[in-house]
C-alpha cells in the first residue's frame, strides 16, 4: 500500500455523498470494536431510545439537538446530537478521510477490496468475451446477408457466371466490400454507444 494509494482513495471518499460516508463510517466502528460511535437515521431515534423515559430523554439531548435533522450520534456523557449535511460531518465521531483510507487498504480489508475488484474484472473480461462472440454472430450474419443480396441480385437479373466481365465483377467486389465495412461501422458504433 503506498501513501499515493492512500491519497487516491482519501480524495474518492471525499467526494461521496453524506449517507455513503456514514455508511463507511458505521463499517468502521463495527470492525474496529467500536459501536457506541455509529450515526443513526433520526427515523431509528424512538426505537434507540425507548428504554429512556420523556424526562431522560429531553435530560440527554444536546443543546444543538434538532429533531428535523436527518442524523443522530451519542456523544460525551451520553448526550444526543444531531446533523443533516456533510458540512457537518466534522462535528459528528466521524474520523478523518485519510483514515479511513487508511483502514480500507488495510491488510484484512484489502482482502475484501481485492474480491469486489476481482469481481469487477471477471465481470469486464465476461462482457468483453460475450462482446467477441456477439461480434462476430453479428459479421457472420452480414456475409451471409451480402451474398444473399447479390445472389438474389444475379438471379433477378438473370446473370449467369461466366456473363460477367473482369470490371463488372471488381465492381460487384468492391460494392460487397463496401457494403460489410458499412455494417461492420454500424457495429463499432454500438459497441462504443453501449
Known amino acids: 500500500m503506498t501513501n499515493k494509494t492512500v491519497k487516491e482513495l482519501e480524495k474518492i471518499i471525499s467526494m461521496l455523498p453524506v449517507e455513503d460516508l456514514i455508511s463507511i463510517h458505521d463499517w468502521y466502528c463495527n470492525t474496529d470494536g467500536n459501536p457506541n460511535n455509529y450515526i443513526y437515521e433520526m427515523s431509528r431515534f424512538n426505537e434507540m431510545n425507548e428504554d429512556l423515559t420523556p424526562k431522560e430523554i429531553v435530560s440527554s439531548l444536546s443543546d444543538s439537538f434538532n429533531p428535523n435533522d436527518k442524523y443522530f450520534w451519542y456523544g460525551e456523557n451520553e448526550k444526543i446530537f444531531s446533523f443533516s449535511y456533510k458540512k457537518d460531518l466534522r462535528k459528528t465521531p466521524c474520523e478523518s ?8 487498504l488495510d491488510t484484512e480489508t484489502k482482502v475484501y477490496i481485492d474480491t469486489v475488484d476481482l469481481f469487477v474484472e471477471e465481470a469486464i473480461k465476461k462482457m468483453d468475451e460475450k462482446w467477441k462472440e456477439i461480434h462476430e454472430r453479428l459479421k457472420n450474419m452480414i456475409d451471409e446477408k451480402v451474398n444473399e443480396i447479390f445472389y438474389d441480385l444475379q438471379t433477378e437479373l438473370e446473370i449467369e457466371s461466366g456473363d460477367i466481365n473482369p470490371m463488372q465483377l471488381l465492381r460487384l467486389e468492391e460494392t460487397e466490400s463496401n457494403l460489410s465495412d458499412i455494417m461492420l ?3 463499432r458504433f454500438e459497441k462504443e454507444w453501449f
Open 97 to 104: 478521510n485519510f483514515i479511513y483510507a487508511d483502514w480500507l
Open 185 to 187: 461501422a454500424v457495429l
